[in-house]
């Protein structure tokens, strides 16, 4: 999940904070916190899936990926969300051709990408060739900013725009990182909050305006048609016309979140729910203590791994 517009608003609108920036240092050893599945989505798309699950190919290409970035003394933590695995759900995505003959079409690629068995199969991979992997329990996004926080991690590598508004951890669009030069795009959250008119702390509150995780773009429906009342349409993206008008609602000092609930959510939402979620993007509350979870082999998932990954954790 993405923050509704929040990437076209910055690829278009305020491309000034787009930073250039290297991950590689010679005065520390930078640690990044990698969004597994940004990771996952990224390496399957580069691989050829033509006749079912490539997974040889996927191992290869993820051990280059990794070892290109670690030989030069960045550290790298990956976070996969937590499934439970399923070794038969596992077997039928292996072969394009089995995937056809159950349903009688070709897989595509979002079925690889978004299928819990690809994550485990990364996770895998991963802890096989010695990279730290741990896993979050419920809420993945706060999860995995909470360990990046706790552990001062550099930065978040990740495709998701739900990542510059929870903490103000900075995020390194994994898309742009060159692995040989260690080039890559970081999002400059002052810059974007100077361009938009808000303070840092109010990007949590303009992501529940745009639409995010826990409040999806279908419940700001009827908000956003409003806004876009009287405005016509200037760019191909709605978003982007109404950007300045939901600004608006969240510029005061001080958040009136009865008011939010009233005239943005018309009441479907509750004050109260508002105002815990805004508090949790933040991450104020978060435990210093609070230590990640290692990700786990469960025993079907090590039979799968050594039977069709090649892959063996021992």
Same mark, same amino acid.
């Given at each position: 999940?993405?923050?509704?517009?929040?990437?076209?608003?910055?690829?278009?609108?305020?491309?000034?904070?787009?930073?250039?920036? %290297?991950?590689? #240092?010679?005065?520390? &050893?930078?640690?990044?916190?990698?969004?597994? $599945? *940004?990771?996952?989505?990224?390496?399957?798309?580069?691989?050829?899936?033509?006749?079912?699950?490539?997974?040889? !190919?996927?191992?290869? !290409? $993820?051990?280059?990926?990794?070892?290109?970035?670690?030989?030069?003394?960045?550290?790298? /933590?990956?976070?996969?969300?937590?499934?439970?695995?399923?070794?038969?759900?596992?077997?039928?995505?292996?072969?394009?051709?089995?995937?056809? &003959?159950?349903?009688? /079409?070709?897989?595509?690629?979002?079925?690889?990408?978004?299928?819990?068995?690809?994550?485990?199969?990364?996770?895998?991979?991963?802890?096989?060739?010695?990279?730290? $992997?741990?896993?979050?329990?419920?809420?993945?996004?706060?999860?995995?900013? *909470?360990?990046?926080?706790?552990?001062?991690?550099?930065?978040?590598?990740?495709?998701?725009?739900?990542?510059?508004?929870?903490?103000?951890?900075?995020?390194?669009?994994?898309?742009?990182?060159?692995?040989?030069?260690?080039?890559?795009?970081?999002?400059?959250?002052?810059?974007? %909050?100077?361009?938009?008119?808000?303070? +840092?702390?109010?990007?949590?509150?303009?992501?529940?305006?745009?639409?995010?995780?826990?409040? *999806?773009?279908?419940?700001?429906?009827?908000?956003?048609?409003?806004?876009?009342?009287?405005?016509?349409? #200037? /760019?191909?993206?709605?978003?982007?016309?109404?950007?300045? &008008?939901?600004?608006?609602?969240?510029?005061?000092?001080?958040?009136?979140?009865?008011?939010?609930?009233?005239?943005?959510?018309?009441?479907?939402?509750?004050?109260?729910?508002?105002? !815990?979620?805004? *508090?949790?993007?933040? +991450?104020?509350?978060?435990?210093?203590?609070?230590?990640?979870?290692?990700?786990? $082999?469960?025993?079907?998932?090590?039979?799968?791994?050594?039977?069709?990954?090649?892959?063996?954790?021992?």
């Amino acid at each position: 999940m993405v923050v509704h517009g929040l990437d076209d608003y910055i690829d278009v609108k305020c491309e000034s904070s787009l930073k250039s920036e %290297c991950i590689f #240092s010679t005065l520390c &050893r930078p640690h990044f916190f990698v969004d597994g $599945v *940004s990771f996952t989505y990224q390496i399957i798309r580069k691989t050829s899936w033509i006749f079912g699950g490539q997974w040889k !190919e996927i191992k290869r !290409e $993820v051990t280059t990926y990794v070892e290109r970035i670690q030989s030069r003394g960045t550290k790298l /933590t990956f976070v996969m969300p937590h499934y439970p695995f399923n070794t038969s759900s596992a077997i039928r995505i292996n072969s394009g051709l089995d995937y056809a &003959r159950l349903y009688g /079409t070709a897989p595509n690629f979002d079925f690889y990408e978004h299928h819990p068995t690809s994550y485990h199969v990364i996770a895998v991979i991963l802890a096989d060739i010695g990279v730290d $992997v741990v896993t979050t329990v419920s809420n993945y996004h706060l999860e995995l900013a *909470s360990f990046a926080k706790i552990q001062n991690a550099t930065g978040i590598l990740s495709n998701d725009s739900e990542f510059i508004v929870i903490g103000n951890i900075p995020l390194y669009r994994l898309s742009t990182l060159d692995v040989e030069s260690g080039n890559v795009k970081c999002v400059d959250n002052g810059v974007l %909050c100077k361009n938009l008119g808000l303070k +840092l702390h109010q990007l949590s509150i303009l992501s529940f305006l745009l639409g995010n995780t826990v409040l *999806s773009v279908a419940k700001l429906d009827r908000f956003h048609k409003k806004l876009r009342h009287g405005l016509g349409n #200037s /760019t191909n993206n709605p978003v982007l016309d109404i950007m300045p &008008r939901i600004c608006m609602y969240v510029r005061p000092s001080v958040t009136n979140y009865f008011m939010l609930a009233r005239t943005v959510f018309h009441e479907q939402i509750e004050a109260k729910f508002l105002e !815990e979620k805004v *508090s949790e993007y933040r +991450l104020e509350n978060v435990a210093a203590d609070w230590q990640p979870y290692s990700f786990v $082999v469960e025993e079907s998932l090590m039979l799968y791994s050594k039977q069709v990954v090649k892959v063996s954790l021992f």
